[in-house]
T-cell receptor, first 113, second 109 residues
Framework: DTGVSQDPRHKITKRGQNVTFRCDPI?????LYWYRQTLGQGPEFLTYFQNEAQLEKSRLLSDRFSAERPKGSFSTLEIQRTEQGDSAMYLC???????????FGDGTRLSIL | QKEVEQDPGPLSVPEGAIVSLNCTYS??????FMWYRQYSRKGPELLMYTYSSGNKEDGRFTAQVDKSSKYISLFIRDSQPSDSATYLCAMSAGGKLIFGQGTELSVKP
């Protein structure tokens, strides 16, 4: 059990650029979640997948955000036309089902110049 | 009003003290309650996971859930400097987690 892996750990980009993050969940975990965390706050839910199906999206997830989990394994989160307000830690978590605890990766820290 | 309220602290205690961390919530649908520990620039690490009301103990950590009062607690006995971190409560109805703001804890040697 290698844990949840996220890449990159830190991304610095200019405002207006597109960025993509990757998450590899714990193997055989069917559920994969994305959260966003800003300084001094708890993580906020963005979206989650059950296998390859995206089952829920938060109102925080504007049209500039898109997430995929094409084969029910790894997932990507893309942000288009980044804005200053997108600066945050993006966390990925996985669980075997909706009733089991979620295990988190160490996140991707996004900095917008 | 937030669904989950947690005092952000900071909380500073001497080594060996008993630490009490608390959260209140408003959504009666929550059935699963968790405590996570988060070190700086790292992801949340699961400490305790409880279902419904009651107590759960794991080493120096005890989690309590009182659904009638919509109140959960985490107790840390014999606190150590290595316990210095941010502690996040989280809860769900079976799916996405709703987190508190986190309490920053510092244990002084």
């Amino acid at each position: 059990d290698t844990g949840v892996s996220q890449d990159p750990r830190h991304k610095i980009t200019k405002r207006g650029q597109n960025v993509t993050f990757r998450c590899d969940p714990i193997s055989e975990h069917n559920r994969l979640y994305w959260y966003r965390q800003t300084l001094g706050q708890g993580p906020e839910f963005l979206t989650y997948f059950q296998n390859e199906a995206q089952l829920e999206k938060s109102r925080l997830l504007s049209d500039r955000f898109s997430a995929e989990r094409p084969k029910g394994s790894f997932s990507t989160l893309e942000i288009q036309r980044t804005e200053q307000g997108d600066s945050a830690m993006y966390l990925c978590a996985s669980s075997s089902d909706g009733y089991q605890p979620q295990h988190f990766g160490d996140g991707t820290r996004l900095s917008i110049l | 009003q937030k669904e989950v309220e947690q005092d952000p602290g900071p909380l500073s205690v001497p080594e060996g003290a008993i630490v009490s961390l608390n959260c209140t919530y408003s959504n009666s649908a929550f059935q699963y309650f968790m405590w996570y520990r988060q070190y700086s620039r790292k992801g949340p690490e699961l400490l305790m996971y409880t279902y419904s009301s009651g107590n759960k103990e794991d080493g120096r950590f005890t989690a309590q859930v009182d659904k009638s009062s919509k109140y959960i607690s985490l107790f840390i006995r014999d606190s150590q400097p290595s316990d210095s971190a941010t502690y996040l409560c989280a809860m769900s109805a079976g799916g996405k987690l709703i987190f508190g703001q986190g309490t920053e804890l510092s244990v002084k040697p």
